[in-house]
């Protein structure tokens, strides 16, 4: 990754006047959950000084002192108070960042720089009610791959007072209004210094940019600015979820059916989790759902899987709500008949959502009666991992069947995401149509379809010796990332006015990609128990029939992060890269100008893998330079293969130009020079 020099590191939106329209701004996050929500990594700060800042950095023009931020201080402001405006605004911000692993913070009027403690991962957007002459906002850099951890950004409030006068007048003044437009440009910003460029992108079947977040200032009317609420487009979300993470690990929605005779009254699923905790942040509550909520007892002692220990937990379904069963008339509330078909599902958060490979493992799924007493028949419920990719780019997911019966997988498919479907759109309508949406209920198209082997068997299994079938849904190097764009100049979508400087340019040579497969997979398909006894409703007898459980999950991409580079003053450069986690290496030639790409060349590479790269190359120029990109530089050594001398550092910014010259190795023009950097992947 190349970075832009210091003094051009920033990313500004400009404002226009336009026709308003009326919205409603209102939390929408299902996700922000006390101590959930403070398991993520990334923390952004909305910040409203309550005197001018000078501490605040001032790394463009007019950002610092970042100025005061009070409602009598916008031009034209609207009925209510400083505290309430900053409330909607923070509805705003955490809403759009909501799936991701950012936390977005309360209003504080204390710069968080001056925090005794403060996060390590921090991007700070300081909202002022001052006005600028052309922009809303102005970020410290369009961050690539999010590789500085403490960012900066301005908000200059008082520009919607000027540039949406229009769209703020009359009954238009709101509080709701100004939130969504402010809240907008902080979500905007911040999204720079994650590692957001400008962009207008449609994907096939999305809603038009003008509702996105990260469009180019003069290309958003007023109108959409403070007339609704915006959100990331499918490639934004994309680099996003790959820049920082999501919070989606797994999610699960279920038809079932009670095949015993006897009514049930309780639902209860045992579940494995390597946490100490296991919580379900997110639960279908539809009108299909015989319950509200489940609770979670535990942990209760722990089990062996797969040689690793794990927790046992209870996760139980019984608090009644009305229903309607979409098989039987006359559903009773918190109760299922024999035969009747039901709905649950819920998504469990982990102690450490960071981490992907420890799957949440669901062993069984028993009915019980009001009493609280196990019924004789269970429905049937499979386990599944959160996926993995190997080293050879395949991107794999296994089922498993813990329970002593034999069962089957029939017609799965699956459907690779651009962003997590809600939890409510997993499941098909009485006419069998999908239809999914996020969490903003915004319609999503899926990337690409995966067809899956109509049918699998899945014999039968124990905790101790699972049962499990493969389902293959892709490989990075044949299929490629959704998103994947190698900046190569100053972006055409600018910022500034016609004639203006430039104040965003694209990072040149910068590389942004989504997850792989994409930044979350939903998979659908059928659990049969074939032949089973179970009762049978219009009969009034039980009967041996096919017992089916649609199963609808839904997992997170895996967030493989290109590392790449470029060779300055060196020629014929010969690079190897390998992923110390996996033992994979590759070789491969540097471009004519420089370049090279791990990925392109067949290296697998996660988040928090250990990298090491090795350029060996003739020297051409009396600086030859190596830039390195995707990759936290924690050692470099320069080698002069005619001398044998070494030097060895460790660069001050792992996007700096590693310069060999400079740290003490004497090399002269036409020597071999080799250069090695070892460091863990952004």
């Known amino acids: 990754m190349t970075r832009l020099p210091a003094g051009l590191k920033l990313a500004a939106c400009l404002g226009t006047a336009l026709l308003a329209q009326t919205a409603q701004a209102a939390p929408t996050c299902y996700h922000n959950y006390g101590a959930i929500d403070a398991m993520k990594p990334n923390k952004l700060f909305l910040y409203y000084p309550t005197a001018n800042d000078a501490t605040f950095p001032a790394y463009y023009a007019n950002v610092s002192p970042a100025r005061t931020f009070d409602i009598a201080l916008l031009p034209g402001a609207p009925a209510g108070t400083t505290a309430q405006l900053r409330s ?4 705003v911000v955490a809403t759009d960042y909501c799936e ?27 909202i002022g009610a001052d006005t600028n002459a052309s922009l809303y906002g102005v970020a410290e850099a369009v961050d690539t791959g999010d590789a500085d951890v403490i960012d900066h950004a301005r908000v200059f409030g008082g520009s919607y007072g000027v540039f949406c006068s229009a769209d703020l007048a009359g009954a238009n003044n709101t509080l709701d209004r100004w939130a969504m437009g402010i809240g907008g440009t902080a979500a905007h910003e911040a999204g720079h210094n994650y590692g957001l460029s400008h962009s207008a992108v449609v994907h096939s079947g999305e809603d038009a940019y003008t509702h996105h977040i990260m469009p180019a200032g003069p290309s958003m009317p007023c109108a959409n600015r403070v007339g609704e609420r915006r959100h990331f487009s499918d ?12 919070t989606l690990q797994s999610l699960a929605n279920w038809d079932f059916v009670n095949p015993n005779a006897a009514t049930a009254a309780r639902l209860r699923m045992e579940v494995l989790s390597r946490s ?20 979670v007892s535990g942990p209760s002692g722990t089990v062996m899987f797969k040689g690793l220990s794990y927790n046992r937990f209870f996760v139980t379904w019984q608090s009644a709500k009305t229903w309607a069963s979409p098989n039987q008339p006359g559903s009773l509330a918190g109760l299922v008949r024999g035969a009747e078909q039901f709905h649950v599902g819920t998504q469990f958060v982990q102690e450490d959502i960071l981490n992907t490979s420890d799957q949440v493992v669901i062993v069984d799924a028993t009915l019980l009666d009001a009493d609280g007493n196990a019924l004789a028949l269970h429905p049937r419920v499979p386990t599944f991992d959160t996926g993995t990719l190997a080293a050879d780019g395949s991107f794999t997911v296994n089922l498993g069947n813990l329970v002593a019966a034999n069962l089957v997988l029939r017609n799965w498919q699956a459907l690779v995401l651009p962003r997590p479907a809600h939890i409510d759109s997993l499941m ?20 690409r379809e995966v067809k ?27 299929d490629g990332h959704n998103v994947r764009i190698k900046f190569s100049g100053a972006n055409a979508a600018r910022d500034a006015v016609v004639g203006a400087k430039e104040v965003n340019p694209d990072v040149k040579g910068a590389l942004a990609t989504d997850p792989f497969p994409g930044a979350s997979v939903f998979l659908e398909g059928e659990l049969v128990e074939p032949n089973a006894l179970q009762w049978n409703a219009e009969k009034k007898a039980y009967v041996n029939e096919d017992l089916v459980t649609r199963v609808f999950l839904q997992i997170a991409g895996k967030r493989a992060k290109p590392v790449d580079g470029a060779l300055s003053g060196l020629l014929r450069g010969k690079v190897v890269c390998a992923n110390l ?43 030859p330079l190596v830039q390195i990109g995707g990759l936290e530089i924690a050692k470099v050594t320069c080698t002069n293969q005619e001398s044998g001398k070494s030097v060895s550092f460790k660069p001050e910014a792992s996007t700096d130009a590693l310069d060999c010259v400079k740290a003490g190795l004497e090399v002269g023009l036409q020597s071999t020079l080799q250069i090695t950097q070892i460091g863990t992947v952004h």
């Open 88 to 91: 909607r605004i923070y509805d």
């Open 100 to 126: 991701f692993n950012v936390q977005v913070l309360p209003p504080t009027t204390t710069n968080p720089d001056s925090l005794a403690l403060p996060p390590a991962r921090r991007n700070m957007v300081a």
């Open 235 to 246: 490639q934004d979300f994309g680099i996003l979820a790959n820049n920082v993470g999501l």
């Open 276 to 295: 100490a905790t296991l919580t379900p942040v997110s639960t279908y509550t539809g009108s299909r759902s015989p319950w509200n909520p489940p609770t």
């Open 428 to 447: 098909r309508n009485r006419e069998g149509v999908l239809k999914l949406f996020d969490v903003q209920q915004e319609a999503i198209t899926p990337w």
């Open 452 to 478: 899956l082997a109509e049918k699998a068997e899945l014999p039968a299994g124990s905790v101790e010796k699972p049962a499990e079938a493969s389902l293959l849904l892709g490989n990075l190097f044949k």
């Open 581 to 623: 986690a996996t033992s994979r290496k590759i070789s491969l030639q540097a471009a004519d100008d420089g370049s090279f790409d791990c990925e392109k060349g067949g290296l697998v590479s996660l988040h928090g893998d250990r990298v090491e790269i090795s350029q060996v190359a003739l020297v051409s120029t009396k600086q």
